[in-house]
């Protein structure tokens, strides 16, 4: 049940049953040339959905862009202040829990959210207190990281061993490529050019192209 797919009335009939809401975050940043800039954001997204279709939560609309002020040498890449990210999360939260909702789960596909994600918790805590909002002392966030799950664990290990790495990973990759079939890409080892055209990078940092996973995962 997506949030931006429903009309309000479906959404105050979902509030009599349920008060939970799932927001997926992610990341706008380079993931070596064979992964999608919105990598993160995208399976964030993915994760999200299937989660929300297997326990009947609503799903909300994803946050994007992230913390990848590392990241902003290749061109693409996007990323937020903290204070942004801290307001915005606020910015998500407070009209929601106005209507009733007191369960935020984000589901997380970028490591480098989760130290401000934290933070913005704490912010909204209070920002929701002073403001008044009627359940405020009831309202928890909640983050949750889709890769650091067993099961995501489990087959990482299965069909990628060792080579799983932690950032553009296989698994990732993978993911996005089964959501996007239509925009696998593929690259060589070493770019023309050398390594010099991608900054801060050893050639033992460039991905090659990764397999999928089979259909239906």
């Not at 809401?21 to 959905?49: M, R, Y």
């Not at 890769?147 to 990732?172: I, N, W």
Request: charged share 15%.
């Amino acid at each position: 049940m997506l949030l931006h797919l429903c009309t309000w009335p479906e959404v105050e009939t979902y509030l009599t049953q349920s008060q939970g809401i799932i927001l997926p975050i992610g990341s706008t940043e380079q993931h070596g040339p064979t992964g999608l800039i919105g990598t993160d954001a995208i399976c964030a997204k993915v994760i999200a959905k299937g989660v929300g279709e297997a326990t009947e939560a609503l799903v909300g609309p994803t946050i994007n862009v992230g913390m990848a002020l590392h990241h902003t040498a290749f061109p693409g890449s996007m990323t937020l202040r903290p204070s942004t990210l801290i307001a915005l999360v606020q910015d998500y939260v407070k009209p929601l829990a106005r209507y009733g909702f007191t369960r935020f789960f984000f589901i997380n596909g970028h490591g480098g959210n989760i130290a401000t994600l934290k933070a913005a918790f704490a912010e909204t805590y209070a920002a929701l207190t002073e403001a008044q909002i009627p359940q405020a002392s009831q309202v928890r966030c909640t983050v949750a990281n889709w890769y650091m799950c067993r099961s995501v664990y489990t087959l990482a290990k299965e069909f990628y061993g060792d080579q799983e790495g932690s950032h553009a990973t296989p698994s990732e990759v993978a993911l996005t490529q089964y959501a996007y079939p239509d925009h696998i890409k593929q690259a060589e080892l070493i770019p023309p050019g050398g390594p010099s055209r991608l900054p801060h990078l050893r050639p033992s940092g460039l991905s090659p192209a990764l397999p999928r996973w089979p259909h239906g995962l």
